[in-house]
């Protein structure tokens, strides 16, 4: 089972972790679990699917003698109706335009941009209360990892703390449009953070990451940036979330994500007209639409309607607090050693719930006609296998009752439509598709489904090399209800579509190879007593895993981990063209994000094999556009080749967003 080995000291105390996450036990763990809300008493179907609206824009600029659009957007804290009434509202983070503050809402709404047309957007972050002192986490957040430590100051800023509490001070946040062709002070970087613009920051706080830059410096109000997106990429689907160093799996577990369409130029248009209309600015209510983004993402709730996220590392591993007997950081371990294992921080999370645009298992109504959907993979930790079919709750695998016509994915529109029954999707994947409900009686139901694992994935077939998502909880994604036909459908059908022309990269000028790592504790031992796991110098195992990480490889050929904070080894040069090969060196698949720049991906080869050869595979047929993130599977090179033209620095890194955290991100510098 991939995965599943993760932890080799308690495999029946994983599985109940794994229960538990799942939804399908009741009285495991009641010390930690207590005020969870059970998820098989949440009602499905009850509520309709929110389709964000368009981002109202601030207004325009002048650039350069040329009108741009400029916004005015901030992140701030509010209740929403996430579970089905009359269940309680939630708290939650999401942006909003602060010149409509009818806007702010999870999922943030939709910016709407055009292919060669810049943006400006001023992002605030206004984490505050309304007498404007700082509004701590809703989440536990954990200081002992490599993250931003505003208490640090200036001298100790962005790097491994060492209190093992939660941190409980004012919240960084920095946004990252993903998958957007950008210069750097715009994109994002994790070192570019900056505190809300309290009345209350604690003296001898840092306000400002390492790395803070904005576009427009002459900016100077304090809690703001100002970005701008240059959009001279293909049309596609992006979408913007925070992306903090060391905390982003917890701002973006709060609510804060938004979808960014970028459309026009030649990139496109197709022959044959795809379904239509999306939301955009002067819609009246109650307009139709037939082009709908969905943000699938799973959640957990507690009884009063709060979000549920683990305040220890005992969660991870099945067990109760007072069960995982180890020493944590700053704590001495063996052989006088500190103990490098954080108290907090869980390696991965899977929700319990899952939650579709900002509710709970909602439903949509749609006519028996064509439907264009832009599929994005929003959780932490967990892999998507959608599949459209007629009953939820049988056995899976289960046959499609519909299929899939993709389009595009991350980079754009793909060289030709494919036909799925299924949709793979890792993390921050995105999936633009068109489903045909055409000649579906009234009211027939059709139900979007999940197949992959309550786990981290490996590969591999459902059933066989892993259990599915539980059919009760996490298996069951949304559901459409067929109604009557109210406007002629124009669109084409999507095997008749010709998609724009694509035009690939050309020949690579150099080849590097990376690797993804996955480390065991140097100083924590553990043996299982009873239900206990304790230290045990003497003769235990290494407690692990403490970390994922990226990495190069020493001469003798093994791989070589490397942190946040060592030097910089991924330099290319301005203007190459680069074949980078992923090697995996861990049991899971790990969606691999780089910045800046839209790939393609070359091939798949098993480890031992030489990559290109007869050994290697091309990619899935999903894959043969321009992508940002890529499934690395274990035992496996994953193969990309990438043009970096803009100089400068930026990230790569797991999209696994707890891993991201804690190491399995490393920066890289686009040199003249």
Request: glycine letters at 8%; one cysteine or more; charged letters at 20%.
């Amino acid at each position: 089972m991939p995965g599943m080995s993760r932890s080799r000291f308690l495999v029946p105390a994983l599985m109940i972790g794994w229960l538990i996450a799942a939804g399908l036990t009741g009285g495991l763990r009641e010390e930690a679990q207590a005020a969870q809300l059970d998820p098989a008493t949440i009602q499905k179907y009850t509520t309709p699917l929110v389709i964000p609206p368009a981002m109202p824009r601030t207004g325009t600029i002048m650039v350069n003698k040329k009108p741009i659009d400029y916004y005015e957007i901030a992140v701030r804290q509010f209740q929403q109706q996430i579970l089905p009434a009359p269940l309680p509202d939630t708290t939650v983070w999401s942006y909003g335009s602060v010149n409509h503050p009818g806007t702010f809402n999870y999922p943030a709404f939709t910016i709407e941009a055009k292919v060669d047309k810049p943006v400006r957007v001023k992002w605030i972050n206004d984490l505050v209360d309304s007498s404007g002192n700082y509004l701590p986490h809703i989440l536990p957040v954990d200081q002992t990892l490599h993250w931003a430590n505003p208490p640090g100051g200036d001298a100790g800023k962005d790097m491994r703390g060492s209190d093992p509490t939660p941190y409980t001070g004012p919240v960084p946040i920095v946004t990252h449009l993903h998958g957007s062709h950008v210069t750097p002070e715009s994109d994002g970087f994790p070192e570019a953070w900056y505190l809300p613009n309290a009345n209350n920051i604690p003296a001898g706080y840092a306000t400002r990451g390492t790395h803070y830059n904005q576009y427009d410096t002459t900016n100077t109000q304090p809690g703001t940036a100002v970005f701008q997106y240059r959009n001279d990429q293909r049309a596609t689907t992006l979408w913007y979330h925070d992306h903090t160093l060391g905390m982003t799996r917890a701002n973006v577990y709060a609510g804060p994500a938004g979808f960014y369409l970028l459309r026009g130029g030649t990139s496109d248009t197709s022959a044959g007209i795809l379904p239509g209309p999306a939301p955009k600015l002067g819609d009246k209510p109650g307009k139709k639409y037939y082009e709908i983004p969905i943000v699938v993402q799973d959640r957990s709730f507690n009884d009063d309607g709060s979000l549920f996220y683990p305040a220890d590392r005992a969660f991870f591993e099945g067990l109760s607090p007072s069960q995982l007997q180890i020493p944590f950081i700053p704590e001495t371990a063996c052989d006088g050693l500190p103990s490098d294992v954080s108290p907090i921080h869980n390696p991965e999370f899977f929700g319990n719930t899952i939650v579709v645009n900002g509710n709970t298992w909602p439903t949509l109504n749609v006519e028996p006609r064509r439907y264009r959907f832009r599929f994005l993979n929003g959780c932490n930790s967990r892999f998507l296998i959608l599949k459209m079919v007629s009953n939820p709750l049988v056995d899976r695998p289960v046959a499609a009752a519909l299929p899939f016509w993709q389009m595009g994915t991350e980079g754009g529109f793909l060289p030709t439509p494919v036909g799925l029954d299924q949709l793979l999707i890792g993390l921050a994947e995105r999936a633009d598709v068109v489903v045909d409900f055409t000649g579906l009686p009234v009211g027939t139901e059709v139900f979007l489904i999940n197949e992959a694992p309550d786990e981290p994935f490996g590969g591999g077939e459902v059933g066989v090399d892993f259990p599915a998502a539980n059919p009760a909880t996490t298996g069951q994604v949304m559901r459409f209800v067929v109604t009557s036909l109210t406007s002629r459908d124009l669109s084409a059908p999507p095997s008749q579509l010709r998609l724009p022309r694509f035009t690939p990269l050309g020949p690579a000028v150099n080849t590097r190879q990376v690797t993804l790592n996955e480390l065991e504790s140097q100083s924590v031992f553990v043996k299982q007593f009873g239900d206990n796991l304790v230290l045990h110098c003497s003769n235990g195992v290494p407690f692990g895993p403490i970390g994922a990480f990226l990495g190069t490889f020493n001469p003798d050929g093994s791989p070589n981990p490397l942190r946040w904070e060592e030097a910089i080894t991924e330099t290319p040069k301005l203007g190459d063209t680069e074949i980078w090969e992923i090697h995996n060196f861990t049991e899971d698949g790990h969606p691999v994000h780089i910045h800046l720049v839209q790939f393609q991906v070359v091939d798949r080869t098993p480890m031992g094999f030489t990559p290109g050869s007869m050994d290697s595979r091309p990619p899935e047929s999903w894959e043969t556009g321009y992508k940002d993130t890529v499934i690395a599977l274990p035992g496996e090179i994953t193969r990309v080749k990438a043009k970096f033209d803009i100089p400068g620095l930026f990230v790569w890194h797991c999209h696994i967003l707890e891993h991201e955290d804690n190491e399995m991100m490393r920066p890289y510098e686009v040199v003249p």
